[in-house]
């Protein structure tokens, strides 16, 4: 079965620091997309980067990077020099393989991210 | 401006009413879906739909049900059968199955 898990309930830092959210999946397909979502205390769901199982290079977009890993099923994302409005609940997610036409996403728990100034 | 609209944002409903939930998109996706989130939770699958007049169950369709004879609408029905209706629901849109899922800004229904 599919499965994503955040292992980090919470983490708490002090605005400017680094800081990494860990994603680890579980999938039987060979063909799949791993998503990074964030969701402000608003609630909308904001999406973030979409990564193919074929493409295992890291992406940075600004202060953000993730890093995809095949051999350890994780699929990490990097905040650098945080700030006050990166606070959030992120979603790691995971697609059903591109045959089953279901366009199914597998979630994880979340990370809670709280910025202090 | 394109995206996808939910009403209303908040929504009380005595126990043993059906409710239903509206979800609008105007970014032409084929695909829409009905998702759930419950405090502490991510978030689960209740329906989803490719095209027009065609859905499947997802992996907690029991006491929900769905339409989708317009492209642009794909409303939940929240029925008395489910037994726990309290929590926070999320429609998304994609192109296709294998799209980008976009979200709308949810609906908090809130059962008494």
């Known amino acids: 079965a599919q499965k994503v898990t955040q292992a980090q309930t919470e983490i708490s830092v002090v605005e400017k620091e680094d800081v990494t959210l860990d994603c680890v999946y579980e999938?039987?397909?060979?063909?799949?997309?791993l998503f990074w979502y964030k969701q402000p205390p608003s609630g909308e769901l904001v999406f973030l980067i979409r990564?193919?199982?074929?493409?295992?290079q890291n992406e940075i977009s600004g202060r953000y990077s993730w890093n995809f890993q095949k051999s350890t099923s994780s699929f990490n994302f990097t905040i650098t020099a945080s700030q006050v409005v990166d606070s959030a609940v992120y979603f790691c997610?995971?697609?059903?393989?591109?045959?089953?036409?279901?366009?199914?996403?597998?979630f994880g728990q979340g990370t809670t991210l709280q910025v202090k100034p | 401006d394109g995206g996808i609209t939910q009403s209303p944002k908040y929504l009380f409903r005595k126990e043993g009413q059906n409710v239903t939930l509206s979800c609008e998109q105007n970014?032409?996706?084929?695909?829409m879906y009905w998702y759930r989130q419950d405090p502490g939770q991510g978030l689960r699958l209740i329906y989803y739909?490719?095209?027009?007049?065609?859905?499947q169950k997802g992996d907690i369709a029991e006491g929900y049900s769905v339409s989708r004879e317009k492209k642009e609408s794909f409303p939940l029905t929240v029925t008395s059968a489910q037994k726990n209706p309290t929590a926070f629901y999320l429609c998304?849109?994609?192109?296709?199955?294998?799209?980008?899922?976009?979200f709308g800004p949810g609906t908090r229904l809130t059962v008494t």
């Open positions: 998304a849109s994609s192109i296709g199955s294998t799209g980008v899922q976009y």
């Open positions: 999938t039987r397909d060979t063909t799949y997309y």
């Open positions: 739909s490719q095209i027009v007049n065609d859905f």
């Open positions: 990564r193919n199982s074929f493409d295992e």
């Open positions: 970014l032409n996706h084929d695909a």
């Open positions: 997610a995971l697609s059903e393989a591109p045959s089953s036409n279901t366009g199914k996403l597998i």
